[in-house]
Every structure is written in C-alpha cells, then in structure tokens.
C-alpha cells in the first residue's frame, strides 16, 4: 500500500500534489513576474498585472449578470464574499513584524558600521574583497538576473525536498543499470579485466 506524504498545516494533511501544483503556480508567477521586470519597468510591469487582473473580474462580472438575467435567478453579486471580508491588518501584527525588522535593521546598521569604520582589520578587509568581487559579479549579471537565478534555486530544492523518496530510488535504479551495463560490457571487450568489488 502506498503512503500519500504530504505537509501538515495544523490539524489538516495537505497532500503533496496539492503541494506540488501550488508550489509551481506560486513560483512560476514569481518567474513570470521577474522575467517582465527585465523587460519593462516596474510602473508598467504593475499596471499590465492590474489591467489583466481587471480585465478577469468585469469580464467575470458581466457574464454572472447575463447569466443571471438568462435563468431569472437572483444571486447577486459574484464577488460579494469578497467584499463582505474585512481585510485590514491589526495593530498586533504591524507591530510584531515592525518590531522583528526594526532589530535586523539596527543589528545590519551596526554591523555596517563596524566594517566601515574599521573596528577589525581583517574582517573589513574581507568586507572590501566581497565588495571587489561583487563588482565582478553585477558586471556580469544584472540584479533581476540573479533573483531569477535565486528563485530557481529555491523551486529545484523545494521540489527536490518533497520528492526525496522517489528521487533516490529512481537514482538507485539508474546506478543499477549503468553497473549491470558496464559490468557486461567489461565482461564482453576483451582484455578489460573487472573490478573486484
């Protein structure tokens, strides 16, 4: 019998292709999203997003009101839902996280200040070789090049994650068969003596 692995989100077990869909629609908008960055900038990337998503919900909108009007029903507004939830942050919150950003920014300021005013030699001349080769590195790459680059990298580990299991015996497999393979034809060539294992 296969098990179904899949995350826990409190008492509810989500399974992994729910995961595995959603993790590819959150990253691949993500992608879609830094790939038109490159291309245009960011006022325009924002309103073709709002003019798209604009463009769905009257669309949407019009179609349940000529829906409604063909089958005499009265069902009101599709998004009413929506509407009808409160979607202010709380105070709580905004203080929780503020709180949290406001210690890494004065830690990062420190740290800053530290490196520049040279409290340690060594550590501020290993600050200005990052820095040097930083320079080497935004000559090759443009900023939005390497967020792609970092993105990609976090969807191939997440992916990488979730399917452990089924990767490594899917590799087993595969190491299998390229030993038999080589076994076979060390076996057949003359000359080539086998390995002793």
Not at 86 to 100: C, F, I, N
Not at 190 to 195: D, T, V, W
Request: proline letters at 2%.
């Amino acid at each position: 019998m296969r098990q179904q692995i899949g995350l826990c989100y409190g008492a509810k077990r989500i399974p992994r292709p729910i995961i595995l869909i959603t993790t590819g629609i959150v990253f691949g908008a993500a992608l879609l999203l830094l790939l038109s960055l490159m291309v245009c900038s960011i006022v325009s990337v924002c309103s073709y997003i709002g003019l798209a998503l604009l463009s769905v919900t009257i669309c949407f909108r019009i179609y349940k009101g000529i829906l409604q009007a063909i089958q005499k029903s009265d069902e009101g507004h599709p998004f009413k839902q929506y509407l009808d939830h409160e979607v202010a942050l709380s105070e709580d919150m905004v203080h929780k996280y503020s709180d949290m950003v406001l210690a890494k920014l004065n830690k990062t300021i420190g740290e800053l200040r530290r490196l520049f005013l040279v409290d340690d030699l060594v550590d501020s001349i290993k600050f200005a070789v990052l820095m040097w080769i930083l320079t080497y590195v935004g000559a090759l790459f443009n900023g939005l090049t390497l967020l792609i680059l970092g993105e990609e990298t976090a969807v191939l580990t997440l992916s990488l994650s979730v399917s452990q299991a089924q990767i490594d015996h899917y590799l087993a497999l595969v190491n299998n068969q390229v030993k038999d393979v080589v076994g076979k034809i060390q076996a057949k060539v003359p000359g080539m003596k086998r390995k002793a294992e």
